[in-house]
């Protein structure tokens, strides 16, 4: 029998060596902040090795919580945002919303702005312009306030990349959810980025990012879940959580042809350089 889609996969066998989640929307589809369930998923995680969490914000309510919940567990950093497709929704609110965006930033758990970018896959041409207004935007706050900028890419590699050639970028640059193949993967790290791989990098058919994996520097590798999204492999389809990482990082320990371990050590301590440094580990 089938196992129901809605069921919580059970817990993989923890890592060895610690691992950080670099992307995560904790809370996701619920009102406000539910303490109570966002410590048991962080517990859940730290059980099986994954120690550190990027909650991650795409609009002023989820960047607010981000903010919120950073502040109540110190295993969690805070990322702020507009999201590309609400960007292009907001019209003339945008510039206003970007301002809040701002000032939530200035908190010391915020590490990151993000996710912000451009996606052409839901947004159609009419709202590109405000989603390189809205991106340029962000890239001037992650700058200025010397934040890891987090960058949504769907569909828009290469104004992704005109855009970031054109502005004046931050130091830290993280492609969230890398979508690209080698050939786009090289294109970002000589820009001087690091490649996060979602579940999405044990499908089938994903060999685009699995060609990407194998050119990035191990220096330069993050994992993520974006949970509640992009559950890997063997779990495609339910609701994703951070504890189910193991399953993405020993897959990728497989394609690179490494020790796990090894990966583990290199990924926590990306994900330190990533986003500022500061960030406690327990090394």
């Known amino acids: ?30 009102k406000g902040i539910e303490l109570d369930a ?34 109540q567990f110190d295993r969690v950093m805070a990322a702020v945002a507009i999201h590309p497709n609400d960007a292009a929704r907001l019209e003339h609110d945008l510039d206003h919303a970007v301002d809040q965006i ?35 935007r962000h890239i001037d ?6 934040k890891t900028l987090v960058i949504h890419d769907r569909d828009s590699h290469d104004d992704i990349l005109a855009v970031l050639d054109a502005a004046q970028t931050p130091d830290r640059i993280v492609m969230h959810c890398f979508s690209g193949d080698d050939y786009f993967a090289k294109k970002c790290l000589d820009r001087g980025a690091f490649l996060s791989f979602a579940g999405t990098v044990t ?60 990966l583990c050590e290199a990924v926590d301590s990306n994900t330190s350089a990533a986003f500022g440094g500061g960030w406690f580990s327990n090394h």
């Open 102 to 136: 701002e000032a939530l930033a200035t908190s010391s758990v915020v590490r990151a702005i993000g996710e912000t970018g451009l996606d052409y896959f839901r947004t159609g041409e009419s709202g590109r312009p405000a989603q390189h207004h809205s991106f340029r």
């Open 38 to 71: 966002i410590r048991v998923a962080l517990d859940q995680a730290a059980a099986v090795g994954v120690t550190r969490i990027v909650d991650v914000g795409f609009d002023l309510a989820s960047s607010a919580n981000a903010v919120a919940v950073a502040e």
């Open 203 to 262: 499908f089938k058919n994903a060999q685009n990012l699995r060609d990407a994996l194998l050119v990035a520097p191990l220096d330069r590798i993050l994992v993520e879940t974006d949970a509640p999204f992009l559950t890997p492999e063997p779990y495609r389809g339910r609701r994703n959580a951070s504890y189910l990482i193991p399953h993405t990082i020993r897959f990728m320990a497989e394609v690179r042809n490494m020790d796990v371990n090894e």
């Open 141 to 146: 706050i992650a700058r200025r306030l010397d």
């Open 1 to 30: 029998m089938a196992a129901d889609r809605k069921e919580q996969p059970p817990a993989p066998e923890p890592l060895e060596v610690q691992v950080a989640d670099n992307h995560c929307h904790l809370g996701y589809g619920t």
